[in-house]
């Protein structure tokens, strides 16, 4: 008997196919022409965890093992063949190997060292695409199997715990995480690295140093985030903030020939990062997280050479001289002939007595993986009207058992994108409460309830140990020290929303550019400007259009 419906065929390599292909003969001969070919013996080490110079092979003949580096039997993670390469995303950032490589057997490599991988990539269109999407495809694996160079332990609350699983998720790094409260066997890995329970959370990085609650700094030094870096160069354009416009602002200026550095306070996305799906940009009808979106960005970025100096903030912006000078927190001292700020916002905190208590113990401002989490088959508030609170609110009601919207107005229709008002009005697990606001919070160690007042006036207590809190936005431009005009609100003020007033001292005969600030060759992008319309794609645009007019700053 036949299947009268046998479904969908599919065609074309499989996924496991594509983050491990075996290239053809011109392919690899393309590659050969950029490095050297060499006999390796069995058993020969070719780099190893930890390593922060790591060549990029293809195998001709013989095999390369990949293996994990902290068991003395050295399992197999994946095994190379000939025609296969080796390497993930931290070959094109130049960020210390999380594996070892041998030789399985005798043979010959093609190596290629990093600066002609990324000569290839940029160049040659066809390698490019083979090689983008298996580094991509193998850093997505090795972060789902948790194939890192790092272990976190930690206990689920503890608000240090979830800023450090934020901060490597977000910065798309693979590690191992242990909760004190459910793994029973934990005190064997305390004794060998002498912790104590007082030191949680602990990151054990590259299996020999313990950082006991390091902050997200010492983390980055210690996985070598930005060892590859020269932060004394003086370069063409910096970036101050790695969000959708930052990001975009590094994509075209790299990819135009600029030399482009960004600094990060945190890890890439920005705001947008928090949003757990967003579903009215441009190019992707069935939504991109925030964390994925920026994850690809910070990849192009990347591949067209842009350079990225994760947790380091800028401290102040040293504006009397040029080139410019961004001072960051560690002392160090950043040079640039064009600036970009794209510092972003951050979200308002309630003004209730008490609440900075539980900032990570019951009280967020993003909405991602790593929070639903913690609230699972729980009821959880999400205050504010906007389209990040509607994302946060049909995300979280996927998991949790109820999610209430607080908002103070009368509705949702002159603050938030219609789908997503239907989606919160069909949805059985979503309530809408309006004129409504927390005014008080209680716990000891994690938030254990709220009280809501509501338009009548009545305040009730709610048994609520989550609330994610998403409302308006503060600018982060304190660091720029009466350099650049402000609005009343601290937004900065650019192109024609600029007064006589404030270009007093504006030193050329033309005027400033469309996202030019008051002082020349310095821009603002995004959510830090003046007037910005808060949308990724808006966002983006103007990352993009700023780089043109760095250009003919960089030509004045």
Known sequence: ?????????????????????????????RLASHGRTRDVEAGELLFDAGDEIVPFFVVTSGEIVIVRPDDPNEPVVVRIEPGQFTGEINILSGRRALNRGRAGQAGTVI????????????????????????????????IAQGLGDVVLVGSTHSRDTLRLKEFLTRNGHPYAYVDLDRDA??????????????????????????LRNPTNEEVADCLGFNAAIDALHVRDLVIVGAGPAGLAAAVYGASEGLDVLVLETNSPGGQAASSSKIENYLGFPTGISGQE??????????????????????????????????????????PARAVVIASGAQYRKLAVAGIERFEGAGVYHGATFVESQLCRDEEVIVVGGANSAGQAAVFLAESARRVIVLVRSDGLAETMSRYLIRRIEEHPAIFLQTRSEITGVEGSDHLESVNVRDGDGTTTTLPIQHVFVMTGAVPTTTWLEGCVALDDDGFIKTGPDLTPEELAEWPL??????????????????????????????????????????????QE
């Open 1 to 29: 008997m036949t299947d009268a419906s046998p479904g969908i065929k599919t065609t074309g390599p499989t996924r496991a196919e594509q983050a491990f292909p075996t290239l053809t003969e011109r392919q690899i001969e």
């Open 111 to 142: 190596e290629l060292d990093r600066e002609s991988l990324l000569s290839v990539v940029r160049t040659d269109g066809e390698l490019s695409e083979i090689l983008m999407r298996a580094f991509i495809l193998r850093r997505v694996e090795l």
């Open 185 to 210: 066997d934990m005190q064997t890995l305390l004794d060998r690295f002498h912790i104590d329970i007082a030191d949680i959370p602990v990151v054990i990085c590259r299996g020999q140093v313990v």
């Open 293 to 334: 979106l920026a994850g690809r960005a910070y990849t192009q970025a990347e591949k067209f050479g842009a350079q990225v100096m994760i947790a380091r903030s800028a401290k102040r912006l040293l504006c009397d001289r040029k080139p410019f000078v961004i001072e960051i927190e560690n002392g160090q001292k950043v």
């Open 509 to 554: 005969t033309r005027p400033p550019h469309l996202l030019e600030t008051s002082l020349p060759g310095v821009f603002a992008v995004g959510d830090v400007r003046s007037g910005n319309i808060k949308r990724v794609a808006s966002a983006v645009g103007e990352g993009s259009i700023a780089v043109s007019f760095v250009h003919r700053v960089l």
